[in-house]
């Protein structure tokens, strides 16, 4: 509960990353939030071990080359990451600004991917909330959630 707890925390601060165009740093927070989903999945497969970063294993194997594409994005070691975000290009000038500059395809991944997360985190809280509370999904909020999962995944956002 308490890593649920945890990913419900960084929510809000990752859509506000996003949406604000402070695509390394919401690069951050969802590689955080995306190891919290790598340590519940150790949980439910008792695989986990204390003190550990969480591997790529299990149902979220392939979030691994997602999660190296974030890395990317997060660290400044790599200049064309740097000129793409910290640059602006105009007709009378160009050069480094402090505003964050907005990418429609950077700002479509980082969102899409962020939803589906929060898909994968809805089936990962549900299993807690039965074991704890006997409390599930109706079939209403289960579609739901299939049904966003479709449209993310038809749209390219969980081609990682």
Not at 73 to 94: D, G, M, Y
Not at 112 to 125: E, N, R, S, Y
């Amino acid at each position: 509960m308490a890593l649920a707890a945890q990913f419900i925390q960084g929510i809000g601060i990752t859509e506000s990353a996003i949406s604000e165009a402070l695509y390394p740093q919401a690069a951050n927070l969802m590689k955080q939030q995306l190891e919290t989903l790598l340590a519940i999945d150790e949980i439910e497969e008792a695989l986990r071990r204390d003190g550990k970063t969480p591997g790529f294993k299990g149902k979220l194997r392939r979030w691994g080359k997602f999660y190296g594409r974030l890395n990317e994005l997060a660290h400044p070691s790599r200049h064309e990451v740097i000129k793409q975000f910290a640059f602006h290009f105009t007709k009378e000038s160009s050069g480094p600004t402090p505003i964050p500059q907005y990418d429609r395809e950077t700002f479509a991944r980082l969102y899409g991917t962020q939803a589906l997360m929060l898909c994968i985190f809805f089936v990962h809280l549900e299993k807690l909330f039965v074991e704890a509370f006997y409390i599930g999904s109706d079939d209403v909020e289960h579609a739901l959630v299939v049904s966003a999962k479709d449209i993310l995944l038809a749209e390219g956002i969980g081609k990682l």
